[in-house]
């Protein structure tokens, strides 16, 4: 009998966990649609590409979503096992309110590693196609940035012409050793710029030690500057912003291609970061299932769900700028990034821990 009600709790738990996910799917798939047909309206594709992006996006998506997927599928699960008496009958068999809580936090934890080895290197390969079909018809595709072993390269097309710049990969706003070369729009090249040092923490880059070498009647001239400003259509910020896209990358590509992913120029911080966050996964959806637990466990009568549903979206929306906020302290440097990716999980898993304790005496 033991094991008979053990496969229920199980089975019943991951029916609705595949219930949940559908609902976000569906939801996912009707309100990024409208956002993919006003991309390609005017580009004259057929139906079929908004729909088939959309359907390769929503998937990432759910991933990034999955705590939330767990909470409402722990609080659903568990309000019907009690509102059906079925929570009285495991009692009556041996299982307590922390025993049903460690079968269903135990399937969170497994279930987060299964998503992070099995599924996403799937949904990776997904967003890498979403991301290069979209590209294609981008009309803002008129640049080119790409970080290797021999520095920084920027191509900008400008309105009288083009420039292409290179320099040390960038660090904390400073760039090194750049050259700049200026072209017109038939690529005849008119003028070249040497200088030590560039702060790009703005679009106005501020230059020092400049050489300026420009070509005027097929004689070379050159100037030499002190300080110099040149406008271009990036500064720190967006570059790195182009290198942190980790949506197209899954948990093995960042285990097995660590060293990899550097030398193609992904910051080391960010990299980290992303790692980090995704370690704790498993263990946020262990407590996603405790908080679930501890607001539906506390009493075996039959209550309105409508009130679960109103503290459950509060408790969410709660975490979720908790989280957020644990973020935005690792980005200021107020922490480093990977610390605070386990900062929710720790203040979490203490309260959650509290909870288990008082609802297991019920």
């Known amino acids: 009998m033991t094991k008979i009600l053990f496969k229920y709790i199980i089975n019943n738990y991951l029916q609705t966990i595949f219930k949940v996910i559908l609902i976000f799917y569906c939801f996912g798939l009707i309100l990024n649609l409208f956002e993919e047909i006003e991309f390609f309206k005017e580009l004259g594709t057929s139906v079929i590409m908004p729909l088939t992006l959309t359907a390769l996006f929503v998937p990432n998506l759910i991933i990034k979503l999955l705590p939330f997927v767990i909470f409402i599928s722990s609080m659903w699960f568990l309000l019907n096992l009690r509102n059906s008496k079925n929570l009285l009958d495991l009692k009556v068999f041996g299982y307590s309110n922390f025993k049903i809580f460690c079968i269903l936090a135990f399937t969170s934890f497994v279930f987060g590693w299964f998503i992070l080895i099995v599924i996403s290197p799937f949904t990776s390969v997904m967003t890498q196609y979403y991301e290069k079909t979209k590209s294609q018809y981008s009309k803002d595709v008129d640049h080119l940035i790409a970080i290797n072993k021999n520095g920084m390269w920027i191509k900008e097309n400008l309105e009288n012409g083009h420039r292409i710049i290179t320099a040390s990969d960038p660090q904390e706003n400073i760039l090194e050793n750049i050259t700049i070369y200026n072209f017109k729009k038939n690529y005849e090249f008119f003028?070249?710029?040497?200088?030590?040092?560039?702060?790009?923490?703005?679009?106005?880059?501020?230059?020092?030690?400049?050489?300026?070498?420009?070509?005027?009647?097929?004689?070379?001239?050159?100037?030499?500057?002190?300080?110099?400003?040149?406008?271009?259509?990036?500064?720190?910020?967006?570059?790195?912003?182009?290198?942190?896209?980790?949506?197209?990358?899954?948990?093995?590509?960042?285990?097995?291609?660590?060293?990899?992913?550097?030398?193609?120029?992904?910051?080391?911080?960010?990299?980290?970061?992303?790692?980090?966050?995704?370690?704790?996964?498993?263990?946020?959806?262990?407590?996603?299932?405790?908080?679930?637990?501890i607001l539906t466990m506390n009493t075996l009568r039959k209550s309105n769900n409508f009130t679960f549903i109103v503290v459950g979206l509060i408790a969410c929306v709660g975490i979720y700028y908790f989280k957020d906020l644990s973020m935005a302290l690792g980005q200021t440097n107020r922490v480093s990034l990977s610390l605070a990716a386990w900062i929710p999980i720790v203040a979490l898993g203490f309260f959650s821990s509290i909870g288990i304790l008082q609802i297991n005496e019920k």
């Not at 040092?197 to 001239?221: P, Q, R």
């Not at 050159?222 to 110099?228: D, G, P, T, V």
């Not at 910020?237 to 992913?261: C, G, H, P, Q, R």
Request: net charge positive.
């Open 191 to 293: 003028e070249k710029i040497k200088a030590s040092t560039a702060n790009i923490s703005e679009k106005n880059w501020k230059l020092k030690n400049v050489k300026i070498i420009k070509v005027e009647d097929g004689l070379f001239k050159e100037n030499l500057l002190e300080n110099f400003s040149l406008y271009s259509k990036y500064n720190y910020a967006e570059i790195v912003s182009l290198f942190k896209n980790f949506d197209t990358m899954s948990f093995i590509d960042l285990i097995v291609d660590y060293k990899k992913l550097q030398n193609k120029g992904y910051n080391k911080i960010y990299l980290d970061q992303n790692l980090n966050t995704m370690l704790a996964m498993p263990f946020f959806l262990l407590i996603m299932t405790a908080l679930a637990s």
